[in-house]
C-alpha cells in the first residue's frame, strides 16, 4: 500500500473547539471538534468503488486489508488521520435551527493524491458534540441507499459527493423509519464518503447568526485558498463577488442536472448545500417515476410539499438568499449578492434550455420551444408517463413517420394511454416537425439523446430490492446493481430488468414511495 499524504487543513487553519469531551453541547466560536470514533463490534467490508479507492491512490485491495477497514469502520486509525467533527447551522424547511452539525458523521482527514485534495468523511461511526439526542449511527437501508446513489449520480454525469466504501458493523440499531412509534432493530453500517470540501452554506450561517463576525471572516478567506484557488489569481477586492458569483452559478447548474435527470434530493435544507455546487446529504432521495412535479419522496414534506421536483431551482435560490444575508454581515457593497444572484438566473435559464434541447435531440434551443416543451410536461403529468423511459423511447422515434405507439411502454395506465392519443399524436408530429426543421440527421439525433437520457437510474424499487437481499446477508445485488449503474447511458446485454418502469407492487410500498429521513 501507498504511503499516505494527509493535509488536514481545515482543523489546523480554523478556530476549533477547546473542549475534547464528546458530549452534545453548543460550540461557540470554532468550526469545528476533536471526535474520536466510535469502535464497532464485527466490521465487514461489503462494498466498495473502484473509481473512488483510485482518486485516493488505492486498489481494492487495499481496502480490504486489516488496517483500513479498520479505519472505515471507525475502529482505527492510519498515519496521518485526525478525526473531527464540524458546526454549522441551517434553515430547515424554511425555518431556522440554531445550531446542527456533523451529527453522525466524522471526517478523518483531508488526503492528498495527484494535486488533489479528498475529504474522508465516516457517516454513521458515532457520536459527536452534535448529535443532539441521537446516536450518531446509520443503518444498513440507508447507507446502501447513500453508498449506491453518490456512485450513481457521478457516473450521469451529476456534481456529487463520492463513497468509498459501505462497512457493516455487527450493531443492532434501533430506528423509528416512520416516526410512528413503531422502532425495530435494523443493522448498522457506516459510509465513507468522499469530497473535495464538505463545506456547507450552513457553516456560514451560523456564525452570522451568532454574531462571529471574525470566525466568518476566516471562514470565506479559507474557503477561497483553499477550495477555489483559481480566485486567488484575482484582485484581491474582487475575489469575494466572483466567489459568491461562482457559487450561484454552480448550483443552478447542480438544478439542472438534477432535473435532467428526474433526481429528487428531498431535504434541501440550507445545511445540505455544497459550497462546491456538489449534490451532498442522500436521506429521503428519490428518482421521479411517473413524472410530476409535485412529487416529493420525503414523507416529512407530504403536505407542504417545499421540496417537490418542481420546486427544486426556486428553493436553491431561496437558500443562495439566506448564503447572501449571511455573508452581507462582512461584505458591506449589496450589489455582490445581487449580481450573483442574477447571475443564478441567467445561468439557470441558459442552461436549463440548453439541457431541454439536449433531452429532446434539438441542436439548438429556441424562445418559441417553451410552448411544446409545457405541452409534453402538462401531458406527461396528466397522463403518469415514466420520465426515464420516455425521454429513452422518444430518441428512437421515426421523425419523418412518427409513430405513437413506441412510446406505448411508458405509460404507467392503458385507460389514460387510450384516453390521450388524439394530444399525444398531435404533440408528436409538432415535436417531429421541430426537429426536421433543424435539418439534424435522425441517427445524429438519436445518438445525441442518448447521452443525456439514461437508461438506467436507481429507481427506488431496485433500491429497496438490493435493501432487503442486503438485511437478508446477500451482498451481492449491492455490486450488480452498482455495475449497470456505472454505465447508465449504454444498453447493456442482459440486464433489461434493470431499465423497467416501476411495478405496480411498488406503486406504495415503503422504501420505494414513502421515504423519512432516517431512510
Not at 470514533?37 to 473512488?52: D, G, K, M, N
Not at 471574525?214 to 483553499?226: A, K, Y
Not at 455546487?277 to 442522500?282: E, N, P, Q, S
Not at 451482498?475 to 454505465?487: K, M, S
Request: hydrophobic residues 40%; charged residues 20%; aromatic residues 10%.
Amino acid at each position: 500500500m501507498a504511503s499516505l499524504n494527509f493535509d488536514n487543513r481545515f482543523i489546523r487553519e480554523l478556530p476549533g473547539d477547546p473542549l475534547t469531551v464528546n458530549q452534545t453541547r453548543q460550540v461557540n466560536a470554532a468550526f469545528w471538534s476533536i471526535v474520536t470514533p466510535t469502535p464497532v463490534p464485527h466490521p465487514q467490508l461489503i462494498a466498495s468503488s473502484v473509481e473512488v479507492a483510485a482518486l485516493l491512490g488505492l486498489t481494492p485491495t487495499d481496502l480490504q486489508q486489516p488496517e483500513w477497514v479498520a479505519a472505515l469502520s471507525g475502529n482505527g486509525l492510519l498515519d496521518g488521520m485526525s478525526p473531527f467533527a464540524t458546526c454549522y447551522g441551517g434553515h430547515q424547511f424554511g425555518q431556522w435551527a440554531g445550531q446542527l452539525g456533523d451529527g453522525r458523521a466524522i471526517s478523518l482527514g483531508e488526503l492528498l493524491h495527484n494535486n488533489q485534495r479528498w475529504e474522508l468523511q465516516l457517516k454513521g461511526a458515532g457520536p459527536t458534540p452534535y448529535s443532539r439526542r441521537a446516536d450518531g449511527r446509520a443503518v444498513l437501508r440507508s447507507s446502501i441507499r447513500e453508498f449506491l446513489c453518490s456512485e450513481a449520480m457521478f457516473h450521469l454525469g451529476v456534481p456529487t459527493t463520492r463513497a468509498l466504501s459501505l462497512v457493516l458493523t455487527g450493531d443492532a440499531i434501533w430506528r423509528d423509519m416512520f416516526y410512528d412509534g413503531n422502532p425495530k432493530a435494523e443493522p448498522g453500517a457506516i459510509v465513507c464518503r468522499v469530497a473535495p470540501s464538505f463545506i456547507r452554506f450552513g457553516h456560514f450561517q451560523l456564525p452570522a447568526m451568532r454574531g462571529e463576525l471574525s470566525q466568518l471572516n476566516q471562514l470565506i478567506d479559507f474557503t477561497i485558498d483553499r477550495d477555489f484557488p483559481h480566485l486567488l489569481a484575482e484582485p484581491a477586492e474582487q475575489r469575494r463577488a466572483l466567489w459568491f458569483r461562482e457559487i450561484c452559478t454552480t448550483t443552478a447548474k447542480l438544478m439542472v442536472e438534477w432535473t435532467r435527470v428526474g433526481f429528487v434530493h428531498g431535504v434541501m435544507n440550507t445545511d445540505n448545500m455544497s459550497i462546491l455546487g456538489l449534490t451532498i446529504d442522500y436521506g429521503p432521495y428519490g428518482w421521479v417515476d411517473n413524472f410530476d412535479l409535485h412529487w416529493t419522496p420525503n414523507t416529512t414534506d407530504a403536505e407542504g410539499l417545499r421540496y417537490c421536483f418542481g420546486r427544486q431551482p426556486a428553493i436553491a435560490r431561496w437558500n443562495l438568499q439566506r448564503l447572501a444575508e449571511a455573508l452581507a454581515t462582512v461584505i458591506p457593497d449589496q450589489a455582490i449578492f445581487s449580481e450573483g444572484l442574477t447571475a443564478f438566473d441567467e445561468v439557470f435559464a441558459l442552461e436549463m434550455g440548453n439541457m431541454l434541447a439536449a433531452k429532446l435531440g434539438w441542436q439548438q434551443w429556441q424562445p418559441e420551444d417553451s410552448e411544446l416543451v409545457n405541452r409534453l410536461f402538462d401531458l406527461l403529468q396528466q397522463l403518469e408517463v415514466d420520465m426515464t423511459l420516455f425521454f429513452r423511447l422518444l430518441a428512437h422515434i421515426d421523425v419523418y413517420a412518427p409513430d405513437l405507439s413506441l412510446l406505448a411502454e411508458a405509460f404507467y395506465r392503458d385507460d389514460l394511454w387510450r384516453q390521450y392519443q388524439p394530444a399525444c399524436s398531435q404533440w408528436l408530429n409538432d415535436y417531429s416537425s421541430r426537429v426536421l426543421a433543424e435539418g439534424a440527421l435522425p441517427v445524429d439525433r438519436v445518438a445525441r439523446m442518448e447521452q443525456v437520457n439514461p437508461l438506467y437510474v436507481l429507481r427506488n424499487y431496485l433500491a429497496q430490492q438490493v435493501i432487503d437481499a442486503a438485511e437478508q446477508g446477500n451482498y451481492q445485488p449491492i455490486a450488480e446493481l452498482l455495475e449497470v449503474l456505472r454505465h447508465p447511458y449504454t444498453e447493456q446485454p442482459g440486464k433489461a430488468a434493470y431499465a423497467q418502469k416501476r411495478p405496480d407492487w411498488a406503486r406504495h410500498k415503503p422504501g420505494c414511495s414513502m421515504l423519512s429521513c432516517s431512510s
